[in-house]
Nanobody, 114 residues
């Protein structure tokens, strides 16, 4: 499976941005679909994840500000981000797990700065 993220960019603090991840085939077989991010000098961390048996969950720092969604008809995963903060600056990666196989996109840069 190939994953291609898009939609990143520069946004001011308090602004909004939606990033997307298009998969090369159906996501209906995925065990989990997730967004991760990695800020400079930091480890990659999970942002939001959805499994076959449960709705999306979010890391505490983005709860109430970010919304995860999947459009299975378009094989696309979205992350809607609102009330962005400078600490949200990172490369955002799409992740899909099917059994023991893990797939990653190339990432899209999100920079929150005035």
């Amino acid at each position: 499976m190939q994953l291609v993220e898009s939609g990143g960019g520069l946004v001011q603090p308090g602004g909004s941005l939606t990033i997307s991840c298009v998969a090369s085939r159906t996501l209906l077989q995925a065990d989990t679909v997730a967004w991760f991010r990695q800020a400079p000098g930091k480890q990659r961390e999970y942002v939001a994840i959805e499994s076959k048996i449960s709705g999306p969950s979010y890391t505490d720092s983005v709860k109430g500000r970010f919304t995860f969604s999947v459009d299975n008809a378009k094989n696309t995963v979205y992350l809607q981000m609102r009330s962005l903060k400078t600490e949200d600056t990172a490369v955002y990666y799409c992740n899909v797990r099917e059994g023991s196989r893990m797939y990653w996109g190339q990432g899209t840069q999100v920079t929150v700065s005035s």
